[in-house]
Nanobody
């Protein structure tokens, strides 16, 4: 099973930016889609963004479209989430996950091997 380690979370003011990274332990990473999800206190985990194995296709939740950008470097087994124009409602624990296939998925059932999460806090 692929192990994932997220980093890059922290405290930022509204309007600021952060870049999350997710490093995978195996080269099978390059053949799988990757996704980012988040979970705020008292809420269910929700989809944020996903990228196909090739990096050619991406999809975003409506709440982050135009502000967040997902990308990947298969040579480094790493996926990124660039977050800009952050809002207090973006505050959550962010998780990356490995897709079951190479195609992008928006539902959590399309993913396995979840990371431990990284906290993002946006102050108003």
């Amino acid at each position: 099973q692929v192990k994932l380690i997220e980093s890059g979370g922290g405290l930022v003011q509204a309007g600021g930016s952060l870049r999350l990274s997710c490093a995978a332990s195996e080269r099978t990473f390059s053949s799988r889609a990757m996704g980012w999800f988040r979970q705020a206190p008292g809420k269910e985990r929700e989809f944020v963004a996903a990228i196909a194995s090739s990096g050619a296709f991406t999809t975003y939740a409506d709440s982050v479209k135009g502000r967040f950008t997902i990308s990947r470097d298969n040579g480094k087994n790493t996926v990124y989430l660039q977050m800009s124009s952050l809002k207090p409602e973006d505050t959550a624990v962010y998780y990356c996950a490995v897709g079951i296939t190479s195609s992008i998925q928006r539902g959590s059932r399309g993913y396995e091997s979840w990371g431990q999460g990284t906290q993002v806090t946006v102050s108003s």
